[in-house]
């Protein structure tokens, strides 16, 4: 019986010392992040699971508006912080029951986090909080990034390959191009998967990841390995 239990133990924990069990318990590869602060929870979220505890400020907008909303209650708004003009994720906390509630709080802690972790490694707008909205909804708050074309899949609504690609020089695209490759190969490595990654391309070169509520970790083998695929076509549009 003890040798039966002592290999189980042994089972057990060199299942949690493999790569893909350490990405379930922990949320991100550490050699992509910089050191980032654990302390701290997200205030009236409830409690985080099988993410890291970021502190995440509460902040206070002025001059709210929205500019695009759906019918799931995903809403996209403007307004400023501190003199600084941002763009404000709405999402809808709450739910019809108990399960429901409990599910949306989940997907928007998913997302706090990966906005977060995102905006550290310079690879999505700028996080800086949350806000409350109204009806206790909250939004996800993000330094807005000025004249950046929206790039998706071809068939994506707004997608704006085709006057990024008219206004921007040669030199320019590669580096979008170099970018998107080098962002896939990261959502590949942190075992995040979506059918429709979402960027914003700057006239300088930069790209951001966008909409991180579409994300999923597919460690469990439900989802495809790899996002590879769809970052491949968005690429074949600049060529």
Same mark, same amino acid.
């Given at each position: 019986? #003890? ?47 099988? #993410? ?130 080098? #962002? ?7 075992? *995040? ?7 914003? *391309? ?38």
């Amino acid at each position: 019986m #003890i040798r039966r239990t002592s290999i189980a133990l042994l089972l057990i924990f060199a299942f949690f010392h493999t790569e893909r069990a350490s990405a379930f318990w922990y949320p991100f590869k550490s050699r992509f992040a910089p050191s980032t602060p654990c302390t701290g929870v997200l205030s009236r979220i409830g409690k985080w699971r099988f #993410i890291r505890p970021y502190r995440i400020n509460n902040l206070r907008l002025r001059n709210v508006h929205s500019i695009a909303a759906s019918t799931d209650s995903v809403g996209i708004y403007q307004g400023v912080y501190r003199n600084t003009p941002v763009v404000v994720k709405r999402i809808r906390t709450q739910g019809s029951g108990d399960e429901a509630q409990s599910e949306r709080l989940e997907d928007f802690q998913r997302e706090v986090s990966l906005a977060k972790f995102f905006s550290d490694l310079g690879r999505g707008p700028k996080f800086l909080g949350i806000t409350e909205i109204r009806n206790k909804d909250f939004g996800i708050v993000f330094e807005k990034v000025p004249d950046s074309w929206f790039v998706g899949l071809p068939n994506e609504p707004g997608n704006g390959v085709a006057m990024a690609r008219l206004y921007a020089e040669a030199s320019i695209r590669k580096l979008w191009v170099k970018e998107i490759q080098e #962002i896939g190969e990261l959502l590949d490595a942190n075992y *995040l998967y979506t059918p429709n990654p979402q960027f914003l *391309l700057t006239p300088q070169g930069q790209v951001y990841l966008i909409d991180f509520g579409n994300y999923r970790r597919n460690i469990f083998d439900s989802l495809p390995k790899s996002v590879q695929p769809h970052i491949d076509e968005i690429i074949a549009q600049f060529r």
